[in-house]
């Protein structure tokens, strides 16, 4: 069954600004992370937040985890043409990863 | 590159024909698992397989049958698919489960 959902569906956004991508979960996690695909590509990991972890930081990425409200948040900041890509959340859940449907992000220049 | 290989990464077959994917990782990754990704859809995990045993079948219908002969070779063998079957197979491997997952480019199907 789908463990996160990611909000919103799309976003554009132009060069420079942040985007700020959400994501929801339903169940109790071991870990949550952030994984970027390319158009009909494979996935590539990003971060990675744990449980007990609150925030977490790489490069221009910030990653929120609040598991009080069970969700999560991704911020790119000053945005560039590479980062346009579908975005995933990915919650581990008794040791599998179960994935959303994704946010894709679109940077306009 | 990922140090994830999969092949091919195109595939076209018929309802009748037999075919298998291959997925290869030589990161020394212990779990290595399929997902199923369509449009609109989120990633479907299919197989885990952890230290060449498979710990999750995620009530995946039995015309998927995968193998896992040693820790770096993963297949996926398909018979008598359906055209809703058609969607891109990524394989993928972490150190262990559930943590990090590095994955492969993905191979397109499409059943006809």
């Known amino acids: 069954s789908q463990q996160g959902e990611e909000d919103p569906q799309a976003l554009s956004i132009q060069e420079g600004e942040n985007a700020t991508m959400n994501c929801s979960y339903k169940?109790?996690?071991?870990?949550l992370q952030w994984y970027r695909q390319n158009s009909g590509r494979g996935l590539v990991h990003l971060i990675l937040?744990?449980?007990?972890?609150r925030e977490k930081h790489s490069g221009r990425l910030r990653v929120t985890l609040d598991t009080s409200k069970k969700s999560s948040s991704l911020l790119i900041t000053a945005s560039r043409a590479a980062d346009t890509a579908s975005y995933f959340c990915?919650?581990?859940?008794?040791?599998?990863?179960?994935f959303g449907k994704g946010t894709r992000l679109h940077i306009l220049p | 590159e990922t140090g994830v290989t999969q092949t091919p990464r195109h595939l076209v077959m018929g309802m009748t024909n037999k075919k298998s994917l291959k997925c290869e990782q030589h990161?020394?990754?212990?779990?290595m698992y399929w997902y199923k990704q369509s449009a609109k859809k989120p990633l479907e995990l299919m197989f885990v397989?952890?230290?060449?045993?498979?710990?999750e079948n995620n009530s995946v219908p039995s015309r998927f049958s995968p193998e896992c002969p040693n820790s770096s070779h993963l297949f996926l063998h398909l018979h008598t698919l359906q055209p809703e079957d058609s969607a891109l197979y990524l394989c993928?491997?972490?150190?262990?489960?559930?943590?990090?997952?590095?994955f492969g480019q993905g191979t397109r199907l499409t059943v006809v």
């Open positions: 993928a491997s972490s150190q262990e489960e559930g943590i990090k997952a590095f």
């Open positions: 169940t109790s996690i071991n870990n």
């Open positions: 937040i744990r449980s007990n972890e």
């Open positions: 990915a919650a581990r859940r008794d040791d599998k990863i179960i």
């Open positions: 990161l020394g990754h212990n779990a």
């Open positions: 397989y952890n230290f060449k045993e498979q710990t």
